[in-house]
């Protein structure tokens, strides 16, 4: 791999022992590479940002007097970045010591891509299925239903039926974690800020895909600290009801 500069950005907001869990092994795997961390806080009741900060010199700190949402969070870092690759990464993901050569490696061997997601797991090694098709409102009804001919519909939307154990052209990379070349991440303008939490990562796959490509590769592993907010509780869903209809209007409504 080229000795370039790759950055990384990590929207926090609450949820302490995820966020120091995930800048830890972000630090810990990306010591003997050219990284740049960017930690934005989205004013968090609890002040997470000032914690990791007295706890990891290392990172960059933003940190905001408002929650402005995911995608505008990680947009705070456009005019600071002068990578060849930036990542988005949530605050409960854990990295393992080849996952950012892997991803990087994948991105210099394939120069039409644009945006590219790992292979996601749960902390027990079994796969998430979150390199997922475009959108639509029965899937997103499929997700909390699970059952009868809602399970077929969740099915197809999570790609089940490919195989998952190859690289793959992917709809919808997952804003869990992705990479993204920076200068399509500038072109695009970052993320679409209409949205404030939910569907910002399938919309910038759509911006990043005018660009080039958007695959998942397995290669690349990590494990992601998931907890379903939307499956358990009634206004998380509501704000993601919400953003699906931003993204419908957006990108064409598909039932």
């Known amino acids: 791999m080229e000795n370039y500069n790759i950055s990384a950005s990590i929207v926090v907001y609450n949820s302490p022992e995820d966020a120091f869990k995930t800048v830890e092994t972000v630090l810990k795997h990306t010591k003997k590479l050219d990284f740049d961390l960017y930690v934005i806080d989205n004013n968090s009741a609890d002040k997470i940002g000032e914690g990791l900060k007295e706890k990891f010199t290392e990172p960059h700190y933003i940190l905001l007097d408002e929650n402005v949402g995911f995608g505008r969070g990680h947009n705070k870092v456009l005019d600071k970045i002068n990578s060849k690759y930036h990542f988005i990464i949530n605050p409960d993901i854990l990295i393992n010591e080849e996952t950012i050569i892997k991803l990087c490696q ?11 997601c790992p292979q996601v797991l749960n902390p027990d090694g079994s796969v998430q299925y979150l390199a ?7 899937a997103l ?18 790609a ?11 709809e919808f990379c997952t804003g869990c974690f992705s990479v ?15 949205y404030f939490l939910y569907f910002e990562d ?14 998942y590769t397995p290669e690349a592993t990590v494990i ?4 379903r907010e939307t499956a358990k509780s009634f206004k998380p869903f509501m ?17």
């Open 132 to 138: 997922k098709r475009r959108p639509t409102l029965s």
């Open 202 to 215: 399938a919309d910038i796959t759509m911006e990043a895909k005018k660009h080039g490509k958007a695959y």
């Open 180 to 194: 993204i070349r920076t200068d399509v991440f500038k072109k695009i303008k970052g993320f679409d800020e209409t």
């Open 224 to 227: 992601h600290m998931w907890h």
């Open 141 to 158: 009804l499929a997700r909390r239903i699970h059952k009868g001919p809602f399970k077929n519909i969740e099915d197809k939307y999570l």
């Open 106 to 116: 994948f991105m210099d061997n394939h120069p039409e891509c644009s945006i590219c």
């Open 160 to 170: 089940m039926e490919l195989d998952h154990s190859k690289p793959f052209e992917a």
């Open 239 to 255: 704000q993601q009801l919400k953003s699906m209809f931003i993204y419908m209007k957006k990108w064409g409504y598909k039932l």
